[in-house]
């Protein structure tokens, strides 16, 4: 776990990590977990911005899922905050950004869905610390891989 303060330094550990999973294999599943305003948007600007992609990186909590599409990558951003059970999640087709080849999909709130996102590669825990300046940030590689 590391102590971070501010939106910088939120976002230098994401492209820190975008480092780490580029030239991934298939496809990958990235659950963000953190209360509101902990800095899970912030975290993904700084990772999608590393992959390489130069759109701004808005936050989808009213539109549920923001694509990111280049020659070789695709990244899906949901926001599950305000959906209230996996029906919302298949009427938008969810189970085809899930099959997706060489895709990332980075998923804020996934305890809010039930039958989806339950087996991630990687899950971003971002906590408030003191003064809700501070972060800490755990980056934790699924076990079981």
């Known amino acids: 776990m590391e102590e971070l303060i501010g939106e910088k330094e939120t976002e230098d550990k994401a492209k820190n990590f975008a ?3 580029k030239g991934f294999k298939n496809s990958l599943l990235i659950n963000l977990i953190g209360n509101l305003g902990a800095g899970k948007t912030t975290f993904v600007r700084g990772l999608i911005q590393e992959l390489g992609f130069d759109e701004f990186v808005k936050s989808p909590t009213f539109t549920i ?3 990111y599409e ?3 990558l695709k990244v899906f951003h949901f926001d599950l905050y305000r959906i209230e059970d996996d029906k919302e999640l298949q009427a938008i087709g ?3 950004y899930l099959t997706e080849e060489n895709a990332i999909t980075l998923v804020e709130w996934p305890e809010k869905s039930k039958r989806y996102f339950n087996n991630p590669d990687y899950i971003i825990e971002l906590n408030h610390c003191d003064n809700d ?3 800490l940030i755990n980056i934790i590689k699924d076990l079981r891989q």
């Open 65 to 67: 899922v923001e694509s």
């Open 19 to 21: 480092s780490l999973i």
């Open 70 to 72: 280049s020659d070789n």
């Open 94 to 96: 969810v189970e085809d």
């Open 133 to 135: 300046e501070k972060r």
